[in-house]
């Protein structure tokens, strides 16, 4: 079955708002994450990662929250501006060879000017 | 900034017609991936290649499908004869090492089977 999944399928925030994005997990033996942006038309972009041994960790006006004892991580995008509108990804690596991605299902974050 | 390109950016064919969809990667990554995306769905992965052979591949990776890589640099899937729900959106992408999960998208090519 699937991995990883998302909460929410569109999200409408209002430019300068802060941005919650969630995505709950169901492997507990999960130890990493990644989140991707994808714009219209265009491939995935890499956006920030965290190990399971971290709780938190920040970027540039994002920061990703883990939460392994409910299995489930967050994206939070500070000031959200129009450029941030696009669908974000959370995934994980398979343990296989390849370390295959699997996708969740997307959320489509809307930034109203 | 390096980066993962694709050829061609859209592509329609017929029903039962071979495609070749190709890719550069990055050029020190190690391992290669195909994924696909139907409109509206999320991101499905196909196959992982590395060291010259496949490491990995999805129920979807039938005996429709098969990737190469020919030279140094390219990189491709061909999808022998082809159906009108392998219509989608194809992305490649490159990873450096084993220790570095992080996967570097291409900008995909649009396959339409009519």
């Known amino acids: 079955g699937e991995s990883v999944g998302l909460h929410l399928p569109t999200l409408s925030v209002q430019e300068g708002d802060n941005s919650i994005i969630n995505c709950a997990y169901s492997n507990s033996a999960s130890d990493y994450f990644i989140w991707y942006k994808q714009e219209s038309g265009k491939g995935p972009q890499f956006i920030i990662d965290?190990?399971?041994?971290?709780d938190k960790r920040q970027g540039q006006r994002v920061t990703v929250l883990l939460n392994k004892t409910v299995k489930h991580l967050s994206l939070q995008i500070a000031a959200t501006q129009p450029g941030d509108s696009a669908v974000y990804f959370c995934?994980?690596?398979?343990?296989?060879?390849?370390?295959?991605?699997?996708f969740g299902g997307g959320t489509r974050l809307m930034v109203k000017p | 900034e390096p980066e993962v390109t694709q050829t061609p950016s859209h592509q329609v064919t017929q029903m039962g017609q071979e495609v070749i969809l190709r890719c550069v990667p990055i050029?020190?990554?190690?391992?290669f991936y195909w994924y696909r995306q139907i409109l509206g769905q999320k991101v499905e992965f196909l196959v992982s290649?590395?060291?010259?052979?496949?490491?990995?591949k999805s129920e979807i990776f039938d005996d429709q499908f098969s990737v190469e890589r020919p030279d140094g640099s390219n990189f491709t899937l061909k999808i022998r004869s082809t159906k009108l729900e392998d219509s989608a959106m194809y992305f490649c992408?490159?990873?450096?090492?084993?220790?570095?999960?992080?996967?570097?998208f291409g900008p995909g090519t649009r396959l339409t089977v009519t």
């Open positions: 992408a490159s990873r450096k090492g084993s220790r570095n999960y992080e996967q570097y």
């Open positions: 965290i190990r399971s041994n971290m």
């Open positions: 995934a994980e690596p398979s343990r296989g060879a390849g370390n295959m991605l699997t």
């Open positions: 290649f590395y060291n010259n052979e496949i490491s990995e």
């Open positions: 050029s020190n990554h190690l391992y």
